[in-house]
């Protein structure tokens, strides 16, 4: 359970670096990336940084190589927005729980495709047998 201490650090930290990535980063690996999810450690002295890159055709190790070479820059900004007491480090993942989603609601889509086409079994009703 997060202390009220790491929800305010940790939508900070998410407003703050939501702005720094889209504005400030020059990187063209990182044009198109969204920060997705945060987790705060308990101390607040690192910061695990899910991020998605809407863009499929720029590879996940490249776009988490643009984030750890801008990583010092980020935290310097971040030091300079936020007056925290100590800047945390930056763990960046990406983020895959779109895919998934997306894979999962095809999958769903499937299903119900496939007992559409699926014949329903006779009625008694409907051909006029009885049961008795």
């Given at each position: 359970?997060?202390?009220?201490?790491?929800?305010?650090?940790?939508?900070?930290?998410?407003?703050?670096?939501?702005?720094?990535i889209s504005n400030d980063?020059?990187?063209?690996?990182?044009?198109?990336?969204?920060?997705?999810?945060?987790?705060?450690?308990?101390?607040?002295?690192?910061?695990?940084?899910?991020?998605?890159?809407?863009?499929?055709?720029?590879?996940?190790?490249?776009?988490?190589?643009?984030?750890?070479?801008?990583?010092?820059?980020?935290?310097?900004?971040?030091?300079?927005?936020?007056?925290?007491?100590?800047?945390?480090?930056?763990?960046?993942?990406?983020?895959?729980?779109?895919?998934?989603?997306?894979?999962?609601?095809?999958?769903?889509?499937?299903?119900?495709?496939?007992?559409?086409?699926?014949?329903?079994?006779?009625?008694?009703?409907?051909?006029?047998?009885?049961?008795?």
């Amino acid at each position: 359970m997060a202390t009220i201490r790491q929800e305010r650090v940790s939508q900070l930290l998410f407003q703050e670096l939501s702005i720094i990535i889209s504005n400030d980063l020059e990187d063209p690996r990182l044009s198109l990336l969204t920060v997705t999810n945060l987790d705060v450690s308990r101390d607040l002295r690192t910061v695990k940084i899910y991020v998605n890159h809407a863009d499929e055709t720029v590879s996940r190790r490249a776009v988490l190589t643009g984030l750890k070479n801008a990583g010092a820059y980020m935290r310097r900004q971040i030091a300079e927005r936020c007056g925290l007491r100590v800047v945390p480090e930056l763990i960046f993942y990406y983020d895959e729980s779109p895919e998934r989603a997306a894979r999962v609601d095809e999958l769903l889509r499937q299903i119900a495709a496939e007992r559409e086409a699926r014949p329903t079994p006779a009625d008694p009703e409907q051909t006029g047998e009885s049961g008795a």
